[in-house]
Nanobody, 129 residues
């Protein structure tokens, strides 16, 4: 069974840092695009970042320069290092993966969804002022 398990969410003060992790099982991330989306209550599922199998990365404008995505293929894990956190970063973060070559959209009506192959259960990040 293919699965993603997120960890590392929690509470932090504005301006602080947090790293969340996503460990895959049932498949190897070497051949997958891996990334993060986030969703606040009542809002769309918003793209955050992607680490592609070819080594390239992309970020949403809202997190560019503050967040860094990385992967450790040996540990089958992808990370999202979040620095200079803002209160508006308080949302549930979802890890996603796809072994197919698909275009990752900037937003979906909800996450998880069926557009991408595998999703984690989500991890809550709370940033207080």
């Amino acid at each position: 069974e293919v699965q993603l398990v997120e960890s590392g969410g929690g509470s932090v003060q504005a301006g602080g840092s947090l790293r969340i992790s996503c460990t895959a099982s049932g498949f190897t991330i070497d051949d997958s695009d891996m990334g993060w989306y986030r969703q606040a209550p009542g809002k769309e599922c918003e793209f955050v970042s992607i680490s592609r199998r070819d080594g390239s990365t992309s970020y949403a404008d809202s997190v560019k320069g503050r967040f860094t995505i990385s992967r450790d293929n040996a540990k089958n894990t992808v990370y999202l290092q979040m620095n200079s956190l803002k209160t508006e970063d308080t949302v549930v973060y979802y890890c996603a993966a796809d072994r197919r070559l698909k275009l990752w959209l900037s937003s979906y009506s909800g996450c998880p969804n069926r557009y991408l192959e595998v999703w984690g259960q989500g991890t809550l990040v709370t940033v207080s002022s």
